[in-house]
């Protein structure tokens, strides 16, 4: 990671889910009113549509070209010269909709990004020590979107609420033969995995239960399990989020702000900031595993926090500035590290702003959650019964 590079704040990157829904869509006109005029109209309206579709998947024939070639030298090993599957280590199909049009573009290009610690699916980001740039990546999924002809749409973020109890049987009865009796994966990938589960939200799990994935062995569970008994198959999944031995998930509050100060009496800790801003994951996992005194934000919609955190982090989401949070941070030189997931765009406008009311101690994670959760270091799930309790204020 000794690369430096300018760093872009891309609005993409802040929003979720963002490009792939829209396509040309097919117009029929009545033959009866296909005059000259509306011929012209037709010509320039499909012409509009087409340059439309093209920006909207945003990719050239070059960069089509460049992302097959990445494809074919970097994941046809496992994933299948077609995208298929299963041709090495139960890669899963890189061609099945199912996936495709829930994942597109932010599960596809973080599983590629960051990959799946713990089984065969690396990290291709450079900053993770992968080959891959952030842009080859997102062309790399752009083009798996577009040569599958999938038409992405947009999950909601809302929790699924179900009986972890009940779908802890369901699972036994239904999915440990292909996925493992502890989520570790076989024939269907690794649920219990926390990458995986850290960064997809409840409904791209829940689609992928009811539909299955078209082409694969994973059966959609529609109509052979109730609208209940799935929901509570995604609650069991998302309540082994920071391991598979877990109690029953709640939502979790986020720690009291009278306390978020971390380790109130110990050492300041020692950070080397690069570029004057950026503190390492390494060197932030050293000072937290020391018990050094900080302040650690999480930047993200507060959803995320529930996901996944990092020990000890109070949610101050970039979009709301938290007034409560922001009148509870110390002021008399307390380090305070903020982190996203983008990976750094929300936390640094969030910096930027504690900086310029002139608390200087700031920084912001380098790597991003997502760069802490592929290199390994632990994270705490908001929504694990005590765990806010056990694990966040272990100090
Ligand atoms: C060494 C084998 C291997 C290689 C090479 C590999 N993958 Fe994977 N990939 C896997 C496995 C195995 C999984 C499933 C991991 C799990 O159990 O969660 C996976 C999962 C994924 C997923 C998540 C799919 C889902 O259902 O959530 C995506 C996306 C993906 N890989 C894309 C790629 C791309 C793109 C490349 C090339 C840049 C690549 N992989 C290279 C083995 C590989
Ligand atoms: C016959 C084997 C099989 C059974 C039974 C099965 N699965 Fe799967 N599952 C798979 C395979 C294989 C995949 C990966 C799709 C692929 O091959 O491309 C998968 C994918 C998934 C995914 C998507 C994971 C991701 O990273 O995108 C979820 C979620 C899932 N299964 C949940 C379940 C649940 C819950 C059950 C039980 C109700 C279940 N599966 C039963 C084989 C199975």
Redesign the pocket.
């Known amino acids: 990671m000794g690369r430096r590079r300018p760093i872009v704040v891309r609005p993409d990157a802040l929003l979720k889910g963002g490009h792939g829904g829209d396509r040309l869509r097919g117009t029929a006109l009545p033959a009866s009113t296909m005059n000259a005029r509306t011929l012209l109209r037709l010509f320039a309206f499909v012409s509009f549509g087409l340059a439309h579709a093209a920006s909207a998947q945003g990719l050239t024939p070059e960069q089509m070209q460049s992302a097959e070639s ?2 074919q030298r ?2 046809a ?3 299948g010269a077609d995208r298929q599957g299963h041709v ?5 199909s ?1 061609r099945s909709r199912s ?1 495709l049009e829930t ?1 597109f573009p932010m ?2 290009r973080e ?2 990004s960051y990959g ?1 610690p713990g ?3 690396g990290g ?1 980001l450079d900053e993770v020590g992968g080959p ?1 740039t952030r842009d080859q990546i997102r062309n ?1 999924a752009h083009w798996l979107a577009t040569v599958a002809e999938a038409r992405p749409f947009p999950l909601g973020a809302a929790p699924v609420q179900g009986d972890v109890a009940e779908g802890a049987k369901l699972y036994r009865k239904n999915c440990a033969g292909c996925h493992g009796g502890k989520g570790e ?1 076989g024939t269907g ?2 649920l219990g ?1 926390a990458a ?1 589960l850290a960064l997809t939200p409840d409904a791209f799990l829940r689609h992928a239960i009811a539909n299955g994935r078209d082409g694969t062995p994973m059966p959609a569970f529609l109509g052979k399990l109730t609208d209940p008994q799935i929901d509570s198959l995604t609650a069991f999944l998302r309540s082994r989020a920071s391991g598979w031995e877990q109690r029953t998930p709640v939502l979790a509050e986020p720690p009291p702000l009278d306390r978020i100060v971390l380790n109130p009496d110990a050492a300041e800790p020692e950070f080397t900031l690069r570029d004057g801003l950026y503190v390492s994951a390494a060197e932030l996992d050293r000072e937290l595993k020391a018990g050094k005194k900080m302040v650690l934000l999480d930047t993200r919609v507060t959803s995320m926090w529930q996901m996944a955190h990092i020990a000890g982090a109070v949610p101050a989401p970039y979009y709301a500035s938290r007034e409560e949070v922001m009148a509870s941070l110390p002021t008399d030189g307390t380090w305070i590290v903020a982190y996203c997931e983008c990976p750094r765009a929300a936390a640094e406008s969030v910096v930027t702003r504690l900086r310029a009311s002139g608390l200087q101690n700031t920084a912001v994670l380098y790597e991003g959650i997502q760069g802490w959760i592929s290199l390994g270091y632990p994270v705490a799930a908001g929504r694990a019964e005590g765990g806010a309790d056990t694990h966040d204020h272990a100090h």
């Open positions: 990445d494809y970097y994941c090993l496992c994933h090495n280590d139960h890669a899963p890189l996936l994942g599960v596809l599983a590629i799946r089984t065969p699916m291709y891959m790399l994966g990938t690794a995995n995986m």
